[in-house]
């Protein structure tokens, strides 16, 4: 069974952290960096192309497990296919809270984002959670997992 890059390097970081006398991860140096990830990430989505979003995740491990699709999307080319349908949306994200943490060349985002979108000519929101997982590569950060979840409750 082929083991995703992702749970290699996961497994790799938590094994030297455990054997550095327990070592955690901490605040990113730049976790501004990382937080501005979603801004390039959200700013691909208002060019309509699905190739520029689609660019953001990595050509190597890249998942996306989507909001509005039960297919778990394994590839830049099923990536793009999402966001073909979604990008219908016009959607608009930002993000209500998050979470940054690093451990090495892995960034971790995670939280709550809302989306405004135009669902039958009709503006709407989107409230999901999210997370986000980067590796630095030779092209910089990419999105080497992404899952994101509608709320399962209204906000309050």
């Known amino acids: 069974m082929k083991l995703s890059f992702v749970k290699i390097v996961i497994g790799a970081a938590v094994g030297v952290l455990a054997f550095a006398g327990g070592a955690q991860a901490g605040e990113c140096a730049n976790k501004d960096e990382i937080l501005a ?3 390039k990430w959200n700013a691909s989505l208002q060019t ?3 190739e520029a979003v689609a660019e953001m995740y990595s050509s190597k491990e890249g998942v996306l497990l989507p909001t509005v699709s039960n297919k778990v999307r394994t590839s830049r080319e099923t990536i793009a296919d999402y966001f073909k349908e979604f990008l219908k949306l016009k959607p608009n994200g930002t993000l209500n809270e998050s979470h940054v943490t ?6 971790i ?4 984002y ?3 979108i135009v ?6 929101q989107v409230q999901a959670r999210y997370s986000y997982v980067y590796h630095k590569e030779d ?4 999105i ?3 899952h994101s979840s509608r709320m399962p409750e209204p906000p309050k």
């Not at 690093?102 to 960034?107: K, M, P, R, T, V």
Request: glycine share 18%.
């Open 37 to 39: 990830l979603f801004g």
């Open 48 to 50: 309509g192309n699905p």
């Open 102 to 107: 690093c451990y090495g060349d892995i960034a």
């Open 109 to 112: 985002n995670q939280g709550v």
């Open 114 to 116: 809302t989306f405004n």
């Open 119 to 124: 669902r039958d000519g009709a503006p709407a």
């Open 139 to 142: 092209s910089g950060w990419k």
């Open 144 to 146: 080497v997992s992404h």
